[in-house]
């Protein structure tokens, strides 16, 4: 059963930046589609960023150019690189694997295709 842990959220200013860490149990990155997905209050939980298992990134288009997905599959750990970040991105990110074996899903930011989840890790952006 594979774990997932966020780590690295907090509280910045609009136009600041912070890298959020998620740390697995087992290394899901050799063969398992792996994303970042976001969920504020009041709305749905939706795809930020998701890297599949060469390492081609997706992302969604309310954060190109801003947040950056990677993965380090020797220490088992994915990231994401936020910079110039805005209100709207107030949120709980969440690191989730999709299915074992899935390393190009056709929707990256289908959420029921993820078996894993992390606990979340929250993102406050002041004005």
């Known amino acids: 059963q594979m774990q997932l842990v966020e780590s690295g959220g907090g509280s910045v200013q609009a136009g600041g930046s912070l890298t959020l860490s998620c740390g697995a149990s087992?290394?899901?990155?050799?063969?398992?589609?792996m994303a970042w997905f976001r969920q504020a209050p009041g709305k749905e939980r939706e795809g930020v960023a998701g890297?599949?298992?060469?390492?081609?990134?997706n992302y969604a288009d309310s954060v190109k150019g801003r947040f950056t997905i990677s993965k380090d599959k020797d220490k088992n750990t994915l990231y994401l690189q936020m910079n110039s970040l805005k209100p709207e991105d107030t949120a709980m990110y969440y690191c989730a694997a999709n299915r074992e074996g899935v390393c190009f899903p056709i929707l990256w930011d289908r959420v029921r295709d993820y078996n894993f989840w992390g606990q979340g890790t929250q993102v406050t952006v002041s004005s």
């Open positions: 087992v290394n899901p990155y050799i063969n398992t589609y």
């Open positions: 890297i599949d298992c060469v390492g081609s990134p």
